[in-house]
């Protein structure tokens, strides 16, 4: 068995730099989960647009899409989420999913889709903050820590790569597959593409849920007292709350100023409480949450477009109008023939 700690002496440079190895690979594996869930709304999106006539356009804006911005995107990532920090990275995974349980609340049985999808589209850099943080309390204390986050890093590329290689086929290959019945993963989405939301929501409740536990591990882990623990969270509390009723004035919101606006919001109420209660380098994580939250919205803006959409998507291609039957003539108008 492979372990870096238990290989190299004890010398405080090599700890320092064990430490960073694990922070990149818990990065790393957040940046793939992101390009999943990423991947998958883009397909889920795509096949909306090519079942609409009307959605054109909009489809060929999201066939457009280079690979090697697509590699960019998770490189940048992957870096501002090891630099981040753990205890920042667990108050934004808390702060998200407060927002996130007030918003599904607060929408009705006949809300728009498009809400829900948005929550989505922004719980990006929130997920891959849930994932660092779980895999650190996780792994905490292992004897084989950096070989256990290799396999988890192993395993999030090759969902990754599936999921990347599933959105690529679709935008290539969906529409002459559906309609010639060859393929059995486009016709598989032809019919059941409208689930695919319903099994993300559960899936990101699942890893949120990790995530809110293993956050609440990691800001614990400072306090020496109960009383400390107290002047963190009594502040911390009022703070998320007062972010919430807030929020909720701006969740009707779906173009990406709205949400530029409403990350600049949230990211300034964490950066004062933090000079209150929290240390100069949770301020640089702040700022660095700041860029990977924006980093995220660059990347969806097309889709944020899509959410606008009132009824979108329509993941049924729409069937050609029956043909109208001939009148029937009534029964009073026929001529009886004479005897």
Same mark, same amino acid.
């Given at each position: 068995m492979f372990s870096l700690r238990s290989w190299l002496p004890s010398l405080p440079s090599l700890e320092w730099g064990s430490s960073l190895l694990d922070s990149l690979l818990q990065?790393?594996?957040?940046? %793939?989960g992101i390009s999943v869930l990423n991947s998958l709304l883009k397909v889920y999106f795509f096949v909306g647009c090519a079942n609409d006539?009307?959605?054109?356009?909009?489809?060929?804006?999201?066939r457009a899409q280079w690979a090697w911005l697509e590699t960019l995107h998770l490189a940048g990532l992957a870096l501002l989420l090891t630099v981040v920090g753990s205890r920042v990275a667990a108050l934004v995974v808390l702060e998200f999913?407060?927002?996130?349980?007030?918003t599904l609340l607060s929408l009705g049985k006949g809300s728009r889709s498009g809400e829900r999808l948005q929550l989505f589209l922004l719980s990006q850099f929130s997920?891959?903050?849930?994932?660092?943080?779980?895999?650190?309390?996780?792994?905490?204390?292992?004897?084989?820590?950096?070989?256990?986050?290799?396999?988890?890093?192993?395993?999030?590329?090759?969902?990754?790569?599936?999921?990347?290689?599933?959105?690529?086929?679709?935008?290539?290959?969906?529409e002459l597959h559906s309609a010639q019945r060859y393929c059995g993963v486009c016709l598989g989405l032809l019919a059941g593409a409208h689930g695919l939301p319903r099994l993300l929501g559960?899936?990101?409740?699942?890893? %949120?849920?990790?995530?809110?536990?293993?956050?609440?591990?990691?800001i614990n882990q400072d306090f020496l007292s109960t009383s400390e623990a107290v002047r963190f969270w009594t502040p911390l509390t009022i703070c998320y709350t007062l972010l919430v009723i807030h929020m909720q004035e701006e969740q009707q919101r779906f173009s990406l100023q709205s949400q530029v606006q409403t990350v600049l919001v949230r990211m300034g109420g964490l950066f004062v409480l933090l000079l209150t209660v929290g240390r100069w380098m949770d301020l640089l994580g702040v700022l660095v949450s700041l860029l990977g939250e924006l980093w995220c919205l660059v990347g969806v803006r097309a889709l944020l477009d899509l959410c606008q959409i009132q009824g979108f998507p329509s993941q049924r291609p729409s069937a050609p109008a029956p043909s109208q039957p001939l009148p029937s003539t009534p029964p009073g108008s026929q001529k009886t023939a004479p005897s």
């Open positions: 990065g790393l594996v957040g940046a %793939f006539p009307k959605r054109q356009p909009e489809k060929e804006r999201l999913s407060l927002r996130a349980v007030s997920l891959g903050c849930g994932l660092a943080c779980a895999l650190s309390v996780l792994q905490e204390g292992a004897p084989h820590s950096t070989l256990n986050l290799l396999l988890s890093l192993g395993l999030a590329a090759l969902l990754s790569a599936g999921a990347r290689r599933l959105h690529h086929h679709v935008c290539r290959l969906y559960r899936a990101l409740a699942v890893a %949120f849920a990790v995530g809110d536990l293993a956050a609440v591990v990691l």
